[in-house]
């Protein structure tokens, strides 16, 4: 995996963000978005996925969308993830969007160093990943969850489900004793990634330091 970096390198909170192609080309916008939603001094990691539909599945399961089936490469993206999280003195925050966004809440059950989860558009309604997060102990103190207003007004069946899955997601957080916050905007999956990308790790650092 690749990397970009950005913000003060000795910033104490750290953002890592899983992203593809398009993300890192609205990066600019993200960045100037969080620093208009908080004061809080940061270092952003973000790491190019190679293979989106691969490195990010936690299990396998069949195409949704197009043909490309969804592999099981979660746990070695996790490994590499983990390699820029080695300084004690930190605090890390892990975010995505979409696919990312899963695999960011899927992360907070394998390990305990992300305190807090920023999750924009979680890819929800991946089959048994709800059911699989009840099951676990989620490790994060904190967890963001956003979905646009109108993502679940599609025709894909499964895709279409991400409403209901997202409120349960949220319903069963609450229970297990996490701090979370479902945030609804406006518009599509497609609609504005990095305007809600910002607000899931704006939230993020101003809950980490009690704001």
């Given at each position: 995996m690749t990397k970009s970096t950005y913000g003060n390198p000795d910033?104490?909170?750290?953002?890592?963000?899983?992203?593809?192609?398009?993300?890192?080309?609205?990066?600019?916008?993200?960045?100037m978005e969080i620093r208009r939603l908080t004061d809080e001094d940061f270092y952003l990691i973000a790491m190019k996925v190679r293979d989106w539909n691969n490195d990010l599945s936690p299990w396998e399961a069949p195409a949704v969308f197009g043909r490309e089936n969804f592999g099981k490469g979660s746990d070695d993206t996790l490994k590499e993830v983990l390699k820029n999280c080695c300084d004690?003195?930190?605090?890390?925050?892990?975010?995505?969007?979409?696919?990312?966004?899963?695999?960011?809440?899927w992360a907070v059950t394998k390990t305990n160093v992300f305190k807090t989860c920023a999750a924009a558009s979680p890819s929800v309604w991946f089959p048994g990943f709800v059911e699989y997060m009840n099951d676990q102990r989620i490790y994060s103190e904190r967890?963001?969850?956003s979905l646009?207003?109108?993502?679940?007004?599609?025709?894909?069946?499964?895709?279409?489900?991400?409403?209901?899955?997202?409120?349960?997601?949220?319903e069963l957080l609450e229970k297990k004793g996490v701090h979370t916050i479902l945030e609804w905007n406006k518009g599509n999956h497609f609609l504005e990634s990095d305007i809600r990308m910002a607000k899931a790790f704006a939230w993020a650092l101003n809950a980490q330091n009690g704001k």
């Amino acid at each position: 995996m690749t990397k970009s970096t950005y913000g003060n390198p000795d910033a104490k909170m750290v953002l890592i963000q899983l992203v593809d192609e398009h993300d890192l080309e609205t990066m600019d916008t993200e960045l100037m978005e969080i620093r208009r939603l908080t004061d809080e001094d940061f270092y952003l990691i973000a790491m190019k996925v190679r293979d989106w539909n691969n490195d990010l599945s936690p299990w396998e399961a069949p195409a949704v969308f197009g043909r490309e089936n969804f592999g099981k490469g979660s746990d070695d993206t996790l490994k590499e993830v983990l390699k820029n999280c080695c300084d004690l003195s930190k605090n890390y925050i892990i975010g995505g969007y979409s696919l990312a966004g899963l695999f960011a809440l899927w992360a907070v059950t394998k390990t305990n160093v992300f305190k807090t989860c920023a999750a924009a558009s979680p890819s929800v309604w991946f089959p048994g990943f709800v059911e699989y997060m009840n099951d676990q102990r989620i490790y994060s103190e904190r967890i963001y969850l956003s979905l646009g207003d109108k993502e679940e007004n599609t025709r894909n069946p499964v895709m279409s489900t991400v409403g209901e899955k997202i409120r349960e997601l949220y319903e069963l957080l609450e229970k297990k004793g996490v701090h979370t916050i479902l945030e609804w905007n406006k518009g599509n999956h497609f609609l504005e990634s990095d305007i809600r990308m910002a607000k899931a790790f704006a939230w993020a650092l101003n809950a980490q330091n009690g704001k």
